[in-house]
């Protein structure tokens, strides 16, 4: 996939590839010596994923652009990666043509979406919002997670810690989203961080 953009951004009018790498542990300082206009970013990377990719690069170089381009169309990839910084959220999916149109677009100064990405924007804005954080509907193994991402661990490291499988743990953050009302874990630590204090049943551990 990354060789078919590369070729395309190489045969298309008005379009350079400057670079292209596999992970973003060889992108991060090579991009920071020669800064690209847009980058393109996909989330399922080896190692560090793409949102925490564009959340290193972002600040380090503020004048880029970053288009994510993935196929995750889930809410919680979707926030996550603009809260990191991306300007743009598109499918691999995505034909060549508008491909290189959102390219453009994001270098102009917009927010380039699929119309499906969009939608699921605009219906989080309009979900209600609770009147006060539903704390008492979270189950002690709920809050146990919670207090794990609050304290920045990776999915992989709660599973680990708390003796439950990878699946699990994304079941336990998807239902604490639903009864928290957010988005993504940015949402949830901070909702987390307001609550007076954890229940006792609630226990953190540190990863073996």
């Not at 980058?39 to 004048?63: E, F, H, Y």
């Not at 060549?96 to 989080?124: C, D, F, N």
């Not at 954080?133 to 708390?162: D, H, M, N, Q, T």
């Amino acid at each position: 996939m990354r060789k078919i953009l590369a070729g395309w951004l190489g045969r298309a009018k008005h379009f350079r590839c400057l670079s292209e790498h596999s992970n973003a542990e060889d992108a991060i300082p090579q991009l920071q010596k020669n800064p690209p206009d847009v980058v393109l970013m996909d989330i399922n990377l080896t190692g560090m994923n793409g949102i925490q990719c564009v959340s290193r690069l972002k600040p380090a170089m503020p004048g880029t652009q970053y288009l994510m381009l993935t196929v995750y169309e889930d809410s919680e990839h979707i926030f996550e990666a603009l809260e990191a910084g991306a300007s743009g959220y598109l499918l691999k999916r995505t034909p060549r043509e508008e491909l290189l149109a959102a390219i453009k677009q994001v270098h102009e100064g917009g927010a380039p979406m699929t119309s499906y990405i969009a939608r699921k924007v605009v219906q989080a804005f309009h979900r209600p919002k609770p009147s006060q954080p539903a704390a008492s509907e979270l189950s002690p193994r709920e809050w146990e997670v919670l207090g794990l991402l609050a304290r920045g661990f990776a999915y992989k490291e709660i599973a680990e810690s708390l003796g439950i499988s990878l699946p699990t743990v994304n079941t336990h953050i998807h239902r604490t989203y639903e009864k928290l009302h957010v988005r993504s874990r940015g949402e949830a630590v901070a909702r987390f961080t307001q609550f007076p204090a954890l229940p006792p049943a609630a226990i953190t551990r540190r990863p073996r």
